[in-house]
């Protein structure tokens, strides 16, 4: 069964840094883009990071400079490092599997662990 | 503000057919991105739905559709069920970055 499982969420300060994790099991791992996606309470989906195969990142703007994504195939586990956090930062945090489409760079997202939650406040 | 749009919320009796738009531009939907449909029942992880447009994941039952035109892109749900009330979200690219649509709350009268 193909299954992502996240870890590593909490409460933390404005400024500080998290680290999340999350463990992929089911699958061949260092074949797929992985992605982290995050929804604040009542709110829609955002996407956070992606990485690819190779390593390569992309983040959007509201996150470049200070959130990273980072794998480790061997452990088939992939992170997120999160710095510099702000109460809108807020959110349960899900990591997705990447499915690509096919000759694009493009992905959907199949399966979704179950998310944990990061919540930034004094 | 979501890049894709979609009606905050949508309603429909048992059996009905109901349909949920999501409305990009020519930088995303429009330049030949994909769509794919994601379900969030409530409490837990989204769930997807459609993929390529308009491709069912196995498992997805066939009162699910999707189907995509220009720079928007659609969900039908035929013999709408209870267990349907759920969230849905569009997904497509934006010159390279993922986006979301703001999500559809659907409610089974």
């Known amino acids: 069964e193909v299954q992502l499982v996240e870890s590593g969420g909490g409460l933390v300060q404005p400024g500080g840094s998290l680290r999340l994790s999350c463990a992929a099991s089911?699958?061949?791992?260092?074949?797929?883009?992985m992605h982290w996606v995050r929804q604040a309470t009542g709110k829609g989906l955002e996407w956070v990071s992606a990485i690819g195969t190779a390593g390569d990142t992309y983040y959007p703007g509201s996150v470049k400079g200070r959130f990273t994504i980072s794998r480790e195939n061997a452990k088939n586990s992939l992170y997120l490092q999160m710095n510099s956090l702000r109460a809108g930062d807020t959110a349960v945090y899900y990591c997705?599997?990447?499915?690509?489409?096919?000759?694009?760079?493009?992905?959907?997202?199949?399966?979704w662990g179950q998310g944990t939650l990061v919540t930034v406040s004094s | 503000q979501s890049v894709l749009t979609q009606p905050p919320s949508v309603s429909g009796a048992p059996g009905q057919r109901v349909t949920i738009s999501c409305t990009g531009s020519?930088?995303?939907?429009?330049?030949?991105?994909?769509v794919h449909w994601y379900q969030q029942l409530p409490g837990t992880a989204p769930k997807l739905l459609i993929y390529?447009?308009?491709n069912r994941p196995s498992g997805v039952p066939d009162r699910f559709s999707g189907s995509k035109s220009g720079t928007s892109a659609s969900l039908a749900i035929t013999g709408l069920q209870a267990e349907d009330e759920a969230d849905y979200y569009c997904?497509?690219?934006?010159?390279?970055?993922?986006?979301f649509g703001g999500g559809t709350k659907l409610t089974v009268l």
């Open positions: 089911g699958f061949t791992f260092s074949s797929y883009d």
């Open positions: 997904q497509s690219y934006d010159s390279r970055d993922v986006v």
């Open positions: 020519s930088s995303n939907i429009g330049a030949g991105y994909d």
């Open positions: 390529g447009n308009s």
């Open positions: 997705a599997r990447g499915v690509a489409v096919a000759g694009t760079g493009e992905n959907w997202f199949d399966p």
